[in-house]
C-alpha cells in the first residue's frame, strides 16, 4: 500500500498562485504513477494533472497552461503548482496514485485525503 499526505492548501486571491504538496510513502511508490484530481461543491471528482514514472506529464484543458505538475528525484514528494488560479478553481484537490498506469485515473487505487483550495 502506499500512503499519500496532501499539504499546501489554503486561501488564495484570483492570479496569485499557490503550491500543493503530496508526500507519498509505503510500497515501491517511486515507480507509481501519481495524478491529481479536484472536487468542487455539488461537483463529481474532476482529473487535473498526472505524472508517470518516466516523468511524462499530462493534464486537463481547464488548467493546461496554468497549472505545472512535478516529482522530487526520489519522487517520494508530487507538486501541484497552481499558477493565475481562478474562482472556478475553488475545490477539494487528492493527490492519487496507482502501480498499473495503464489504468484510467479514475480507477486509481490510493487516493490522500484532500486538502481545500479557495480562489477569491
Known amino acids: 500500500h502506499v500512503q499519500l499526505v496532501e499539504s499546501g492548501g489554503g486561501s488564495v486571491q484570483a492570479g496569485g498562485s499557490l503550491r500543493l504538496s503530496c508526500a507519498a510513502s509505503g510500497h515501491a511508490y517511486s515507480s507509481y504513477c501519481m495524478g491529481w484530481f479536484r472536487q468542487a461543491p455539488g461537483k463529481g471528482a474532476e482529473w487535473i494533472s498526472s505524472i508517470r514514472s518516466d516523468g511524462s506529464t499530462s493534464y486537463a484543458n481547464s488548467v493546461k497552461g496554468r497549472f505545472a505538475i512535478s516529482q522530487e528525484n526520489n519522487k517520494a514528494t508530487v507538486y501541484l503548482q497552481m499558477n493565475s488560479p481562478k474562482p472556478e478553481d475553488t475545490a477539494v484537490y487528492y493527490c492519487?496514485?496507482?502501480?498499473?498506469?495503464?489504468?484510467?485515473?479514475?480507477?486509481?487505487?490510493?487516493w490522500g485525503q484532500g486538502t481545500q483550495v479557495t480562489v477569491s
Open positions: 492519487v496514485a496507482d502501480s498499473n498506469c495503464d489504468k484510467p485515473e479514475w480507477e486509481y487505487d490510493f
